[in-house]
């Protein structure tokens, strides 16, 4: 079945590390996103990226980091930089002809 | 994008109809408006969209004012597995950025 692949589901890291986070789809879609999700929240945009080879920054983009290299996969780095980077992190994807997104199933993120 | 505005909170009965209204008044003559959903700790599922005429699909209805400026989502008969947050979005399909903004939507409750 086509769809988009987070993973891990949960992962722990210590203060100061990096950490990268997976995001994998097999639908043929273009264009691809990464949101963040704070408790209580909405959701916010970190990234996203039209094409491969190219990406631009959202509303929250200060201390992540992406690569879009293949078309399928759209990780997530987050930086030592980021002051509070314990959150739910939602990976998306969309094609310009269904123009509604397909959402991964997050990954949750706690930095210890 | 046009901004648009949920109750924070609703209750349905099990088995009568959710009625989830949205208020959209400034949104423009080629933005669509749509209804995203989104179980706890899981990614959000597109619903439906439209411009202008009512749509159905075999999850909701979508009702859109004449005048475009509000919309009800309708679950024709709510189950517990319908309770999540719902989110209604309106944006102008492009190709540029393409990314929709998710706000706090409305908690729906399905009481058995």
Known sequence: ?112 | DAKTTQPTSMDCAEGRAANLPCNHSTISGNEYVYWYRQIHSQGPQYIIHGLKNNETNEMASLIITEDRKSSTLILPHATLRDTAVYYCIVRAPSNTGNQFYFGTGTSLTVIP
């Open chain 1, 1 to 112: 079945d086509g769809g988009i692949t987070q993973s891990p589901k949960y992962l722990f890291r210590k203060e100061g590390q990096n950490v990268t986070l997976s995001c994998e789809q097999n639908l043929n879609h273009d264009a691809m996103y990464w949101y963040r999700q704070d408790p209580g929240q909405g959701l916010r945009l970190i990234y996203y990226s039209q094409i491969v080879n190219d990406f631009q920054k959202g509303d929250i983009a200060e201390g992540y980091s992406v690569s879009r290299e293949k078309k399928e996969s759209f990780p997530l780095t987050v930086t030592s930089a980021q002051k509070n980077p314990t959150a739910f992190y939602l990976c998306a994807s969309s094609n310009s002809g269904t123009n509604h997104y397909t959402f991964g199933s997050g990954t949750r993120l706690t930095v210890v």
